[in-house]
């Protein structure tokens, strides 16, 4: 039986992982997030909070539990905060994962390190896990940065890079574009949506699978962990529209250089996912199968 040891369990992808090992027998799960626990259950796993941008909060945890392995989730995921907050975007998706490292290193645990497409400038998308990467923004900076610590670290290390991730949980701190959209044309809003950025978007029950099949085996090195239909943003908001049956003359495709966002967007990101399929057994759903899974839970809430 593994001990796994889930950082940011308040998070999208968390409580997904939460609500999956808890369905696993050869799982043993430490939730771990900032402040109190907002999963549902509270039965079949600890819960502890742990800061992990405080040094005295990880090592205190790690050594109380001495986990097989820590699944890093938790990070400054918000982009533009992220350009505006830079210290404290570094403090969370750099320096916190020097600290798991060091923690990692001494109890001899496999970190798995969840990062991000944003490494990428969006010129030669879909990516192979061995692309150059070249962020244009300081959250991909940040998630990059992290990348080079622990490829350069001595522990057994596995980085999952993904792509927008979307699906519901309970009391959650942010939204996602799915959910987003679904919202606003529900109500009649209009919107308006990029219709030249391309991405995978990934359903966080995938992720939450391919998370535990890294674990389950070991995995070392990088892998591309994202869903396997590309799109544009605009298409994205369709399908959900299309899904729903909700009125697309809503939605107002727009240039990225009109949004005037504050952090800089990668043109068309995806990855190339034979090295996960093949070498981690990851199989994802389609984009059409994800906003179902999806409507479901949220019709069974
Ligand atoms: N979401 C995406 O579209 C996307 C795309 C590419 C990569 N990723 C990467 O995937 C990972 C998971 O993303 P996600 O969508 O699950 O993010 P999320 O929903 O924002 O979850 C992150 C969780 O971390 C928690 N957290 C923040 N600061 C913390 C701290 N100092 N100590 C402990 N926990 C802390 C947050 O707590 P609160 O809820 O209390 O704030 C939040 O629950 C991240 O590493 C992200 O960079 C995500």
């Not at 359903?203 to 990088?222: F, Q, S």
């Not at 369709?238 to 250089?257: E, G, M």
């Amino acid at each position: 039986m593994k001990k796994v040891l889930v950082t940011g369990s308040n998070g999208l992808l968390g409580q997904k992982l939460t609500e999956r090992i808890l369905l696993k027998k050869d799982f043993k799960l430490i939730a771990t997030s900032k402040g109190n626990n907002r999963f549902t259950e509270t039965k079949g796993y600890t819960y502890a909070e742990m800061d992990i941008a405080d040094e005295e909060s990880v090592n205190r945890v790690i050594a109380e539990f001495k986990p097989d392995v820590v699944i890093n989730t938790a990070a400054m995921t918000n982009v533009d905060t992220c350009e505006i907050e830079k210290e404290l975007c570094w403090k969370l998706n750099v320096t916190a994962v020097e600290y798991l490292i060091k923690a990692c290193e001494k109890y001899q645990i496999q970190l798995i390190h969840l990062s991000t497409d944003f490494i990428f400038d969006g010129e030669h998308g879909p990516y192979l896990e061995d692309a150059k990467p070249n962020p244009v923004s300081y959250y991909g900076e940040s998630k990059l940065a992290a990348e080079k610590l622990l490829i350069k670290s001595n522990i057994h290390y596995t980085i999952l890079r993904t792509i927008i991730v979307y699906g519901i949980v309970n009391d959650m701190s942010r939204s996602n574009i799915v959910l987003w959209a679904k919202g606003a044309l529900e109500k009649g809003n209009p919107i308006n949506v990029v219709d030249d950025q391309w991405r995978m978007p990934t359903l966080a029950e995938d992720l939450a699978e391919v998370c535990l099949l890294a674990a389950e085996k070991g995995a070392k090195g990088i892998f591309n962990a994202s869903g396997k239909d590309m799109m544009s943003i605009v298409e994205l908001v369709q399908h959900v529209a299309d899904y729903y049956q909700l009125d697309k003359l809503l939605i107002n495709p727009i240039s990225t250089a009109s949004l005037n966002q504050t952090a800089k967007r990668p043109k068309r990101t995806g990855f190339i996912l034979d090295k996960s399929i093949k070498e981690l057994g990851y199989q994802p759903h389609s984009f059409t199968e994800g906003i179902a899974m999806m409507d479901k839970q949220i019709k069974s809430r």
